[in-house]
């Protein structure tokens, strides 16, 4: 194997470093391919002096080149036997043996303990020498280095386990009292662990591929639900289009109608008083012609008749009709379109948001809520950092402003709540009723205006001794669920969800809960009824 390694060594060109092709020797003995020392002498022939690449030495005239014969047939003789050059010397992206000289081999296998790759002809005495045949060899490897000692540059075939490092057997005397085993034992102690390690690899890919496809699904979901919203929406607004061009066509009919009904009245009215002011300068003709008559007695005659047509005359009144013929029609259209606008706002395209089950998911939206002193009634006390509210015999010392409630014992929040919020109130009394109001709601005079859930602007649980009841805009319904003391309120203001919960330390019960469209912030309130009644807004963080 070596011999036919130094072979292939001794014929080769020694300028491409290849198996000698039509081999030439020069006049100092040495053998090169044809090509390649005659391209070598060819850019010498302006100094008409030419070397040998190896030797130096230089030849004048330019010697003439005959082929080696001998030297041709041992090198067809090495190219039978011999491995092509591509599996033999190393390339860029090879890793090359340590010990070649000159154009290096490919290594077949790198060595632990020498730190070194070798090529198949110099790995030999690992095979050979009992010394190195306990050497560990490995496939052919660029980072050998990376098992040198960077501090003492010995080979590191230790490992601690306490430090979990690699060590050389100088960096001992660094991990005193530490776990030291072999590097070889600490494989086979992982390499054991591989099984494990790979099935849950496994499961992992499993379950992240099962996840994948579910999203794939769930996307491709998405994708034909809004192709059917778009396509149904297209069809509502179209058929919306139609009704409206409809209405339109309608409305337009009976103006027109309207139209010509006053028209044709009108024209009635001037083709009377035409043929009446015909009539009229008739008469006046007349007179005047009877003014030149000289025989009497038919002055007389014709004048009675004259004077008998000007006692009929009446005073020229005539209906001209309301000058605004159809604004009363342009006013209902203009009120149906004022109506379009607010009904048909900007349509909001909401997600189902992912469902929350526990107190614990509840309080991650918890919200501290402070009670608005300027907006207390004056029954209404406030303490606890304004977080509780009473319902005093005596009124309060607070000054009149626009923002008070004037009749009931009534108080809004400070803050104004959108997106997700979560508040709790403990409450206790003979009414407590809480809120979650818009803050344009009325706060003077009495009726059902400015009471919680007697209008569209508010939305009320009433708490009392003899059960609960929902209240919106006056209409009633009574909840039903387990008595307890304290109230979870929840609030997602973008998907229009209004939930009121009965809490306990460890459990929910659902009251109610609204489904709805909230046009503006809003904030929650108390309405105390009875002298007594206390509502608390605890801190939950």
């Not at 030297?71 to 340590?98: H, I």
């Not at 090529?119 to 660029?142: F, G, I, T």
């Not at 979560?422 to 706060?443: D, M």
């Amino acid at each position: 194997m070596a011999q036919k390694a130094l072979d292939q060594e001794a014929f080769s060109c020694s300028v491409c470093l290849d198996l000698l092709k039509d081999p030439v020797t020069i006049p100092c003995g040495h053998s090169y391919c044809r090509n390649c020392v005659q391209q070598h002498w060819d850019q010498e022939d302006e100094k008409q002096l030419y070397s040998c690449p190896e030797c130096r030495l230089s030849f004048s005239p330019r010697p003439a080149l005959g082929k080696n014969i001998m030297l041709a047939a041992v090198v067809e003789q090495m190219k039978k036997t011999a491995p092509p050059a591509a599996l033999c010397y190393a390339g860029p992206e090879d890793v090359s043996c340590d010990v070649c000289t000159g154009r290096k081999l490919r290594a077949v296998q790198s060595c632990l303990q020498c730190v070194a790759s070798y090529c198949e002809r110099h790995l030999q005495p690992h095979d050979e020498a009992a010394a190195l045949k306990k050497h560990q060899l490995v496939a052919p490897s660029h980072r050998l280095q990376e098992n040198i000692c960077s501090q003492h540059d010995k080979v590191m075939d230790l490992f601690c386990r306490i430090d979990q490092q690699l060590l050389c057997s100088l960096c001992v005397d660094q991990h005193k009292g530490h776990v030291i085993v072999t590097s070889a034992s600490e494989r086979a102690q992982r390499q054991a662990e591989l099984p494990v390690t790979r099935a849950l690899l496994l499961q992992s890919v499993q379950d992240k591929e099962t996840g994948l496809n579910r999203l794939q699904q769930e996307a491709q979901d998405i994708r034909s639900s809004a192709q059917t919203a778009v396509q149904r929406s297209n069809d509502s607004f179209r058929d919306m289009a139609l009704l409206l061009e409809k209405r339109r066509s309608e409305v337009e009919q009976q103006i027109r109608s309207q139209e010509d009904t006053q028209l044709n009245r009108v024209q009635e009215l001037q083709d009377q008083l035409q043929q009446d002011v015909r009539g009229l300068k008739r008469s006046l003709s007349e007179l005047d012609t009877l003014e030149f008559t000289q025989d009497h007695n038919q002055f007389i005659q014709r004048y009675a008749s004259l004077s008998s047509l000007t006692e009929r005359i009446e005073p020229a009144t005539f209906y001209a009709g309301d000058r605004g013929y159809f604004e009363e029609v342009t006013r209902a259209v203009s009120k149906l379109r004022d109506t379009l606008q607010l009904t048909l706002s900007p349509v909001q395209v909401l997600l189902p948001q992912p469902l929350i089950s526990s107190r614990e998911d509840f309080l991650q939206y918890s919200t501290e809520i402070t009670l608005d002193p300027n907006t207390a009634n004056h029954s209404m006390s406030l303490s606890d950092g304004n977080r509780r509210g009473t319902h005093l015999r005596e009124d309060q010392s607070y000054p009149d402003l626009p923002d008070r409630f004037s009749h009931r014992c009534q108080v809004l929040s400070r803050e104004s709540l959108t997106g997700r919020c979560y508040c709790e109130v403990e409450w206790n009394g003979g009414y407590v009723c809480i809120a979650v109001s818009y803050r344009e709601i009325k706060r003077k005079g009495g009726g059902n205006k400015s009471r919680f859930g007697n209008n569209d602007k508010s939305w009320t649980l009433e708490c009392e001794r003899t059960g609960r009841s929902f209240r919106f805009n006056r209409v009633r319904t009574r909840v039903s669920g387990l008595d307890w003391s304290r109230i979870g309120v929840f609030l997602d203001h973008s998907a229009g969800v209004l939930a009121f919960y009965s809490v306990s330390e460890s459990t929910m019960s659902l009251l109610h809960r609204v489904q709805t469209r909230f046009t503006q912030p809003l904030c929650i309130g108390l309405d105390l009824a009875y002298i007594g009644d206390t509502a608390h807004f605890p801190k939950l963080k």
